[in-house]
């Protein structure tokens, strides 16, 4: 049992540093791939967060007719908090609005409030939505209100989180075919790094397998000499993961500034799983290839 | 599964082939109809001109190739048929020698003797214990530590026989086994490999040397153009 197991390690150790500057590339190429994939998934987090806040702060708006009834008005908003889609639903009356409206003002020295002897602010219900993506289906349902003596007018401004998602699909995709791309040159590299392996130590695999070594035992060396690889890659990625994660985290927060990037712990820990799980499965799986279609012959 | 009648009576059939035959995708009819039994403790030499189909027989018995038609017996199991994952545990109760060795440059005797056993799952204790054992019984005890290039060619061949011997194999098999080899040190390895046999071990050797064969009278298994052309139980080289 002992034997077996050191002589496979051993033997996996030996053939990653016969060929160095193979290993050595194929390690680099796996660690690349591997830091593209932690920076997909790093911004993949991050833009689904900052759609997250921009989703809680999304808000339809019905301006009400100056003259329509307080019941009827409730009645209304009683109707809107049915529909699923709706979070919340606030009463906001023309008093309201206009104590807004100086508050603006007081901060804001560019705008002055001249006349406030009338309100010309109308009273409104603001609709706070459970998800962005219905906004355009509830604002149509509301549309039809108008023109019945309470609602006036619809507002609804999903423009900026339509734009964010957009943006997140396409990064998403684009993240994707880049990363597959980046997996099968990865793929391609270890499979060759491997068949170099498996050609320097030939004559051994057919000693072996005259003495009757089992397939697997031929194998194994080979699969953790390709899983050594795309460790060691994994590391590499990590390490500048690590090191980029503070100064990228404060520009982009800069950048978007409503985006809170900090990302917890337990996101940080999942990412080393998934960039670890990627980096040997790559590894192994690319030397089981290499010593099968070898084996095969 | 039907066995051919081993292990009842006196001698076991250890390697039978009944109705062989074996041709290549580029048209070399190897073997032709061959029909062959071999049993426990014999020694056999299989004789005949290059090309004759004796490489072909070896290979068919260790399973490094199926036969086209017709089916291959050894020590009960059905070669052709026996799954893949089968084969490992079919090349451990035979063993094989080349003309060539087939030894690893960069371990010693030892270690390349050992090896076999290593990668058949077997402990770094038992391994040193079985090496230790072939190795005396071949006579290279004290060249343990050598590396193949140190040695002479009948020592190479020697530890050749070790590795092929240290799994306790049935059957050995020998291809030319002497054809790198000057007279003298031919001798020595046929020496060594009656002796094998002497322990129980079935030996089969494929051969060109035609002294050796008509001085120890084996039995003798003539292959021309892949028939059995003639099998003698006290056998020559030539008919």
Request: charged share 20%; glycine share 8%; with cysteine.
């Amino acid at each position: 049992m002992m034997g077996r197991t050191t002589y496979i390690v051993a033997a996996a150790w030996q053939g990653f540093w016969r060929n160095p500057v193979m290993s050595l590339a194929s390690t680099f190429t796996v660690g690349l791939m591997l830091l593209l994939f932690a920076f997909f998934l790093a911004t993949d987090r991050g833009l689904q967060a900052a759609v997250g806040v921009l989703e809680s702060k999304v808000e339809l708006a019905l301006f009400l007719e100056d003259d329509a009834r307080v019941s009827d008005v409730l009645a209304l908003r009683a109707t809107i908090e049915t529909d699923p889609a709706v979070a919340r639903v606030d009463y906001v009356t023309k008093a309201e609005a206009m104590a807004r409206l100086e508050a603006i003002a007081e901060q804001r020295p560019d705008i002055q409030i001249v006349d406030i002897s009338s309100n010309p602010l109308p009273a409104s219900l603001e609709i706070k939505l459970a998800h962005a993506q219905d906004a355009p289906r509830v604002a149509a349902d509301l549309r039809q209100e108008i023109g019945k003596g309470v609602v006036y007018e619809v507002v609804d401004n999903p423009s900026v989180v339509d734009k964010l998602l957009t943006i997140t699909r396409v990064l998403s995709i684009g993240g994707v075919a880049v990363l597959l791309m980046m997996l099968v040159v990865a793929l391609f590299v270890i499979v060759n790094t491997i068949r170099i392996a498996v050609h320097a130590r030939r004559d051994e695999i057919e000693i072996m397998k005259l003495v009757g070594a089992t397939d697997w035992f031929v194998r194994w060396p080979f699969i953790l000499e390709g899983m050594l690889v795309g460790a060691l890659g994994a590391v590499a990625a990590l390490l500048i993961v690590v090191a980029a994660a503070g100064p990228v985290t404060n520009a982009l927060v800069g950048f978007l500034e409503v985006v809170p990037l900090s990302f917890e712990s337990a996101f940080l820990w999942q990412l080393v799983a998934s960039v670890l799980a990627l980096a040997l499965g790559v590894g192994g799986g690319g030397a089981m290839l290499s010593v099968r279609a070898h084996l095969a012959k | 599964m039907v066995r051919p009648e081993a292990s009842k009576g006196g001698s076991a059939e250890l390697i039978t082939l009944d109705a062989v035959s074996k041709h290549y995708p580029n048209g070399t009819e190897a073997l032709r109809d061959v029909d062959l039994r071999i049993e426990a403790g014999d020694f056999c030499f299989l004789v005949g001109s290059s090309g004759a189909g004796k490489s072909t027989v070896i290979r068919l018995l260790i399973r490094e190739e199926l036969p086209s038609s017709g089916r291959v017996w050894v020590d009960g199991q059905d070669v052709a048929r026996m799954r893949r994952s089968q084969v490992p545990r079919l090349r451990r109760r035979v063993g094989v020698v080349f003309q060539d060795f087939k030894l690893l440059p960069r371990k010693t005797v030892g270690e390349n003797v050992g090896f076999a056993l290593l990668v058949t799952g077997h402990s770094n204790e038992e391994a040193r214990e079985e090496t230790e054992r072939a190795l005396a019984l071949v006579g290279l005890s004290q060249r343990r530590d050598h590396f193949p290039d140190q040695l002479s060619g009948g020592e190479q061949q020697r530890t050749a026989i070790a590795r092929a011997l240290v799994n306790g194999p049935r059957i050995l098999i020998a291809d030319e086994p002497t054809g790198n080899l000057d007279p003298v040190t031919s001798w020595e390895i046929i020496k060594l490999l009656l002796r094998v046999n002497d322990l129980g071990t079935t030996l089969v050797i494929a051969t060109h040397n035609a002294e050796i064969v008509n001085a120890l009278r084996k039995r003798v298994i003539h292959l021309d153009h892949g028939n059995v052309v003639r099998d003698e139980r006290e056998g020559l080289y030539a008919a």
